[in-house]
């Protein structure tokens, strides 16, 4: 086992998987990080409708997340997708040292205050991170993980759907299914 110049474990220690059901966490279908786009192409129209239904429909979707995604770029705040997409990957992970070596790059990429794709959390929640670091499971960012789905939830979401991003593929994707 090395520790790492926080003093974080990066091998071995205790784990136990913990529960990720927690809070009434529904777990989402199982989450590759980086999908291809090719995989999430072309929803249908009624789709991209349920999409504006509920922000948890669009992250379900794997052509909304994408779509999310594209959006969060031009707001600059993609690292929220990306950490919540590591989160649900890490929670997929049943080998413990990979857990280990997941929570570890998440954190590196993430929290740590010297990432520069470091996610805005609450001073708690980096206090409770810190703490399951010494042995990280595959729950270990679940209160940082809702942290960040609340705050797409409630600033980026209703942004999203009055953007030309959402428009754009709603438009395309009526008119294409009128000319059919």
């Known amino acids: 086992m090395s520790v790492?110049?926080?003093?974080?474990?990066?091998?071995?220690?205790?784990?136990?998987?913990?529960?990720?059901?927690?809070r009434g966490w529904m777990p989402y279908p199982a989450v590759k990080?980086?999908?291809?786009?090719?995989?999430?192409?072309?929803?249908?129209?009624?789709?991209?409708?349920?999409?504006?239904?509920?922000?948890?429909?669009?992250?379900?979707?794997?052509?909304?997340?994408?779509?999310?995604?594209?959006?969060?770029?031009?707001?600059?705040?993609?690292?929220?997708?990306?950490?919540?997409?590591?989160?649900?990957?890490?929670?997929?992970e049943g080998n413990k040292g990979r857990v280990e070596e997941k929570a570890l790059s998440i954190?590196?990429?993430?929290?740590?205050i010297?990432?520069?794709?470091?996610?805005?959390?609450?001073?708690?929640?980096?206090?409770?991170?810190?703490?399951?670091m010494q042995e990280p499971t595959a729950v270990t960012f679940d209160d940082a993980q809702m942290q960040i789905y609340t705050l797409m939830h409630r600033d980026s979401y209703p942004r999203f759907l009055s953007s030309s991003i959402y428009t754009m593929l709603v438009t395309g994707s009526s008119r294409s299914s009128s000319e059919s």
């Open 4 to 22: 790492s110049p926080s003093g974080m474990k990066r091998r071995g220690g205790g784990g136990g998987g913990g529960n990720h059901r927690q």
């Open 33 to 92: 990080l980086g999908e291809p786009h090719s995989r999430a192409a072309k929803p249908s129209l009624d789709e991209m409708r349920l999409w504006s239904q509920s922000f948890d429909k669009l992250m379900r979707n794997p052509a909304g997340r994408n779509a999310f995604r594209e959006f969060l770029r031009t707001e600059y705040s993609e690292e929220n997708m990306m950490f919540w997409l590591a989160c649900e990957d890490l929670k997929q």
């Open 107 to 112: 954190y590196e990429d993430y929290i740590s």
């Open 114 to 132: 010297l990432s520069p794709k470091e996610v805005s959390l609450d001073s708690r929640v980096r206090e409770v991170i810190n703490r399951k």
